[in-house]
């Protein structure tokens, strides 16, 4: 089987780095294929970011269909256009912060999410709610911009491990990490730390390749069905339903 992951933001490097992470969790048989959004912010770093970068997962999500992908991943904590991409593609689209939590939820009851900026504690508690967490999951910041996880210079690492010991002190017995940059520090983190670390990368893929091998395709009764043709005008009139 084929899975695309798309990195929704238009940092190159770091779709590279995604990249690594998805094909070390593939099972044999699978192919992952990497692929930075073609339009859209160079990082996604709060509720305007994230909206402009919706377009371009709507892109990937078309023509990863069209190309015979099994799945798409959006690799973004923010589960970036997810839902929207869900309504207009018929293949599974899995988001890396519901991925996550799914994957920490038999392994430990009290769970941290430590992501990059304090501004993104708002909306990952909103999406963490949404998906039935909001008892067992507390959102920590390490305050690094999403590129400095790209800069070998940054202090990043540090901060996050900071953070990482103010949630276990704070009660939490497994940490996911908050951003799809933050990938391929996983498996040293839960070395360091002695508690389950979840990548949301990684976890994605072992999603996306269970749907596939089960043959599940995603609902289009009700909430996921395609949306309503109508006219779009201006920029976006390319991508009017219908």
């Known amino acids: 089987m084929k899975i695309l992951v798309l990195n929704p933001n238009t940092t190159a490097s770091m779709t590279e780095t995604i990249g690594v992470a998805a094909r070390a969790a593939a099972g044999p048989g699978t192919t992952v294929v990497a692929r930075t959004s073609s339009m859209g912010p160079v990082s996604i770093e709060g509720y305007y970011d994230e909206a402009f970068a919706v377009p371009g ?11 015979g992908f099994a799945a798409l991943i959006v690799a973004c ?29 038999p392994l430990a009851k009290r769970i941290a999410v430590v992501t990059t900026l304090g501004r993104a504690i708002v909306p990952m508690t909103e999406l963490v709610h949404r998906y039935g967490f909001a008892e067992r999951v507390k959102v920590y910041a390490a305050d690094i911009p999403v590129l400095a996880l790209e800069d070998p ?16 002190d704070g009660g939490a017995e ?8 933050m990938a391929d ?36 009764r009700g909430t996921y069905a395609p949306a309503i043709p109508k006219p779009y005008v201006g920029q976006l009139a390319a991508f009017a339903p219908g």
């Open 174 to 181: 497994a940490i996911c990490l908050g951003c799809a940059g």
């Open 57 to 67: 997962v709507i892109t990937a999500a078309v023509e990863a269909e069209a190309q």
């Open 153 to 168: 210079a940054s202090d990043a690492r540090a901060r996050i491990e900071a953070e990482i010991t103010r949630a276990l």
């Open 77 to 105: 904590f923010d589960d970036t256009g997810v839902e929207a991409a869900r309504c207009r593609v018929a293949i599974p689209v899995i988001g890396i912060c519901e991925a996550a939590l799914l994957a920490a939820s």
């Open 185 to 220: 520090l996983a498996d040293r983190l839960q070395e360091t730390f002695g508690v389950p670390v979840i990548d949301g990368v990684s976890a994605a893929v072992t999603v996306a390749e269970g749907l596939a091998r089960l043959g599940r395709r995603t609902s289009k």
